[in-house]
């Protein structure tokens, strides 16, 4: 993906997250399996990653949800952490985790083709998304955790 479309895309996910879920704010973080064009945003020790096409091959998005109770960028080794569904089920017994939105959706999807013209549409999309199934996933895991 190159810089332009990054860039917009970004922008325009972050309007879309200012609006929908103000809670979220932009966070400067760093962490070794964290790519310099990952945006990430954060409410508490909840995160919200959205990354572009780590292997750069297509201009595709994907958005990741992750947890640290120890309210830093979850430190793995594997990213995403989460990839059975019997893992996605556990997850509030891990004290660090990061998970693809699409994967706790149902596996309806993973990475999104995105163009200068999609941009809104994919953010939306996302912002959506992450209000009907990721917030709620959220919410469970701090309840279960608790």
Same mark, same amino acid.
């Given at each position: ?21 103000? !809670?979220?704010?932009? $966070? %400067? =973080? ?5 790519? &310099? %064009?990952?945006?990430? $945003?954060?409410?508490? %020790? ?10 750069? @091959?297509? !201009?595709?998005?994907? @958005? ?12 793995? =080794? ?7 569904? =019997? ?9 660090? $985790? ?7 959706? &149902? ?18 999309? @996302? ?17 279960? @955790?608790?």
């Amino acid at each position: 993906m190159d810089r332009k479309l990054r860039l917009t895309l970004a922008s325009t996910f972050a309007d879309h997250l200012r609006v929908a879920l103000p !809670d979220f704010k932009l $966070w %400067n =973080a760093t962490a070794p399996c964290l790519s &310099g %064009n990952d945006v990430v $945003w954060k409410r508490g %020790n909840c995160l919200v990653i959205l990354t572009p096409d780590s292997r750069g @091959l297509r !201009d595709a998005v994907t @958005l990741e949800l992750a947890y640290s109770e120890h309210g830093r960028f979850p430190d793995l =080794a594997q990213r995403p952490s989460l990839i059975s569904q =019997a893992q996605l089920d556990d997850v509030h017994l891990e004290s660090e $985790w990061i998970v693809r939105l699409g994967r706790i959706d &149902g596996g309806s999807f993973d990475l999104i083709e995105v163009s200068m013209t999609s941009c809104h549409e994919v953010s939306a999309f @996302l912002v959506e998304r992450l209000q009907m199934v990721g917030l709620p996933f959220f919410d469970r895991m701090s309840t279960e @955790l608790a």
